[in-house]
């Protein structure tokens, strides 16, 4: 049986909840018997859902400010 799972995959200090929050990635890994690799579905932000509802424009991954990337300024 296939396994679908969210995942850190690295870690920002965020100005706008002045805290560290993660980038995490929706993996569907395949089942023993399928020879295939590990797939990525989706990404988000831990804290995406609450900044979200702030009633802030915050970034991307809030789905409030399409021009701003948290994630991809720290790298
Ligand atoms: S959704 Fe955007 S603004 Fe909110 S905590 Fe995550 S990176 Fe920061």
Request: negative net charge; contains cysteine; aromatic residues 12%.
């Amino acid at each position: 049986m296939a396994v679908k799972q969210w995942e850190t995959v690295k870690y920002c200090f965020c100005e706008h909840v002045k805290k560290e929050v993660g980038f995490e990635a929706e993996v569907i890994y395949p089942a023993d018997h399928i020879p295939d690799e590990p797939r990525i579905l989706a990404h988000r932000c831990s804290l995406g859902f609450q900044c979200n509802l702030d009633g802030r424009a915050s970034c991307k991954w809030a789905g409030t400010n399409p021009a701003y990337d948290p994630f991809a300024v720290s790298e």
